[in-house]
Nanobody, 124 residues
Framework: QVQLVESGGGLVQAGGSLRLSCAAS????????MGWYRQAPGNQRELVAR???????TYADSVKGRFTISRDNAKNTVYLQMNNLKPEDTAVYYC??????????????????WGQGTQVTVSS
């Protein structure tokens, strides 16, 4: 299995910044994409940002210009720099990774892993 470990969540004042990180570990053959989702009470889980192994990024319209996703492929780690935070950003943020697990090309399987979730609270 592939495990994801998150850090960086917390409480911040509106207009402030936080940086989330997520490191993948386990039997990883390759990671195609890593990203961040968030879910607030009563809402569906939504994609916040995603980055592929090639560096292609995708952002939710609500965070464009404020959030930046980046990666370190050597460390199997993804980061989310969140600037100018707003109260509506308050949610549990989940790291996600897609790829292949296994030791070699002959023994691989697709995986989709989720982190445990980290609370981000933005006060007004």
């Amino acid at each position: 299995q592939v495990q994801l470990v998150e850090s960086g969540g917390g409480l911040v004042q509106a207009g402030g910044s936080l940086r989330l990180s997520c490191a993948a570990s386990g039997s990883i053959f390759s990671i195609n994409a890593m990203g961040w989702y968030r879910q607030a009470p009563g809402n569906q889980r939504e994609l916040v940002a995603r980055i592929t192994s090639y560096g292609t990024t995708t952002y939710a319209d609500s965070v464009k210009g404020r959030f930046t996703i980046s990666r370190d492929n050597a460390k199997n780690t993804v980061y989310l720099q969140m600037n100018n935070l707003k109260p509506e950003d308050t949610a549990v943020y989940y790291c996600n990774a897609l790829g292949f697990s296994g030791s070699d090309y002959a023994h691989v399987a697709d995986f989709r892993s989720w982190g445990q979730g980290t609370q981000v609270t933005v006060s007004s």
